[in-house]
């Protein structure tokens, strides 16, 4: 079962909050779109068909969709939170060029941050202008962010995406990970730069830095107890972290991921 929440609506786009409750290993009927889309996954994980290309999506990959394009839909590890922006075509061209959409995105943690910043931005109300303005950051960011390869090791990055996002215990670690996968640590980490064009280290602590995002949002107060609970070595090893994949601070980003208020100013910076 779906259900959406729209949080901001102009003519040439709209954000939505999608909802699915459901709980399938079978693909869905066919869907045709009208407009282009970006989907980007908030919590859980679920699989798309389109073209015949099949694609793991959780919050490290997000997909973008084209007009008139069919996709089906699978739910095996049940339901999950997206963010869904839809764009007619001039408003999407405006954007992004003439560049070919591609159908998945990494989203790497500055993207994620493009992500976190548009739903800031929503809650404010104010759609003209800090709505358009973040979503403009982010089309350019999924349209210079490289894609998932979908080669012959797809379904081994799939499997250790799923131990990492999971927290797998075997997870800890490059050589109890690819013992869990039963490959070599070796093929384990080509397979990562050959799908993802992002080292197996880079993308481990790109999950890290989603979970810090996810706390900084909810007013965590302690970044010492933060990074203790996010397996860093120190509250200083967890804000280079942080710094190197968004280039904020911990400090400030929970002042970007705050909503500005209607009497203060505001500063979109990129």
């Given at each position: 079962m779906l259900s959406a929440d729209v949080l901001a609506e102009r003519p040439e786009f709209s954000v939505a909050s999608v909802t699915c409750r459901s709980d399938h290993r079978d693909w869905s009927a066919a869907e045709d779109h009208r407009a282009?889309?970006?989907?980007?996954?908030?919590?859980?994980?679920f699989r798309r068909r389109a073209g015949g290309v099949c694609a793991d999506l959780d919050p490290t990959v997000a997909y973008v969709g084209r007009p008139g394009e069919e996709d089906q839909f699978a739910h095996p590890a049940g339901g999950d939170v997206c963010t869904s922006i839809g764009l007619t075509a001039a408003q999407w061209h405006a954007?992004?060029?003439?560049?070919?959409?591609?159908?998945?995105?990494?989203?790497?943690?500055?993207?994620?941050l493009a992500h976190r910043r548009l739903l800031a931005a929503a809650r404010t109300g104010d759609i003209g202008y800090a709505v358009a303005e973040r979503l403009s950051v982010l089309v350019t960011r999924v349209v210079g962010t490289s894609p998932p390869g979908g080669g012959p090791d797809a379904g081994l990055v799939a499997a250790a995406r799923d131990a990492i996002g999971a927290d797998h215990p075997a997870a800890s670690g490059l050589l109890p990970l690819a013992d869990l996968l039963d490959v070599s640590p070796y093929r384990l980490s080509r397979a990562f730069t050959r799908e993802l064009g992002v080292s197996l280290?880079?993308?481990r602590n790109r999950v890290r830095v989603g979970r810090a995002l996810d706390r900084l949002e909810a007013g965590a107060p302690s970044l010492a107890m933060l990074a203790a609970d996010l397996g860093f070595a120190d509250q200083a090893h967890l804000c280079r972290t942080i710094r190197e994949h968004v280039g904020h601070t911990p400090t400030a980003l929970r002042r970007l991921l705050a909503p500005t208020s209607a009497g203060g100013p505001v500063r979109w910076d990129r």
């Open positions: 282009y889309r970006v989907v980007l996954v908030r919590r859980g994980r954007l992004a060029g003439t560049q070919r959409p591609r159908s998945t995105v990494y989203v790497d943690a500055a993207l994620d280290t880079r993308y």
